[in-house]
């Protein structure tokens, strides 16, 4: 049994077809060439998110607007000005109550994004099972002990 892709339906994949649907959501945003260079770059450090980047090269191969970009980019080369995120999916944080963050949250990060204008990381939260839509940066966070 497979999805559409001919890949075996696996928590894996799912999660590989999950960040591919984001950055295609993403793709006709983009205005330039640089732009879509940096999504795929975004898309590539899917180890976040427990992804290998050759598979995550294989599902880019399968989509032909993505070729041209797929092109000019220089798969060797490290991800320029990206720092690695503070906080990884899964870890323990809790959110500092300031002016700007009225409520205390305790949970994990369900997800780090890198945000490419204001370059820096956003990070979203899972408490008690349900999904935090708020971002948060860095410095809105603490770290707990496992």
Not at 6 to 15: E, T
Not at 40 to 53: A, H, S, V
Not at 114 to 128: A, I
Request: glycine share 8%; with cysteine.
């Amino acid at each position: 049994m497979g999805n559409e892709n001919n890949r075996p339906v696996s928590g894996y994949n799912a999660r590989i077809d999950a960040h591919l649907v984001t950055l295609l959501g993403y793709w006709p945003k983009c205005v330039n060439a640089e732009e879509q260079i940096n999504l795929i770059k975004w898309f590539l450090d899917g180890d976040l998110l427990g992804l290998q980047r050759e598979d995550l090269l294989g599902v880019l191969h399968e989509h032909a607007e993505l070729q041209d970009a797929l092109s000019k980019l220089d798969l060797d080369a490290p991800t320029e000005g990206k720092h690695p995120p503070e906080f990884r999916s899964g870890d323990p944080v809790e959110v500092i109550v300031n002016a700007k963050n009225l409520t205390h949250h305790i949970g994990t990060v369900r997800e780090a994004v890198w945000h490419f204008k204001d370059r820096r990381w956003n990070y979203y939260l899972e408490v008690s099972g349900k999904r935090i839509g708020k971002r948060y940066l860095a410095n809105d966070l603490r770290q707990l002990r496992h």
